[in-house]
């Protein structure tokens, strides 16, 4: 029972302390957060490139497809 009644004395010092110490709890997470923010704006840059890269690729397939195509009905028409 004596140490439920054995609480830490809280003093302006302690109090400071203990906001200090949430603070520079509070903005390590931030840190960490916006580290992992800048790393998700990465792969998310690299992934729209690769798809721009790949809409592009498949456009010119399918324009050299077109273009075969063409070739083959003048070639089979003369």
């Known amino acids: ?3 439920l009644l054995k609480r830490p004395r809280l003093t ?3 109090t400071i302390h203990d906001i200090a110490s949430s603070i520079r709890e509070i903005s390590e997470s931030v840190s960490a957060i916006s580290g992992k923010y800048r790393t998700l704006l990465k ?3 690299a992934l729209v ?3 721009q890269n ?3 690729r498949q456009q010119i397939s399918a324009l050299n497809d ?3 195509d063409l070739e083959q009905t003048r070639l089979a028409s003369d």
Request: net charge neutral; glycine share 0%; aromatic share 6%.
């Open 43 to 45: 792969v998310n840059k």
């Open 1 to 3: 029972m004596e140490e």
């Open 12 to 14: 302006k010092e302690s």
């Open 54 to 56: 790949d809409k592009k």
């Open 66 to 68: 077109i273009q075969s």
């Open 49 to 51: 490139l690769y798809m």
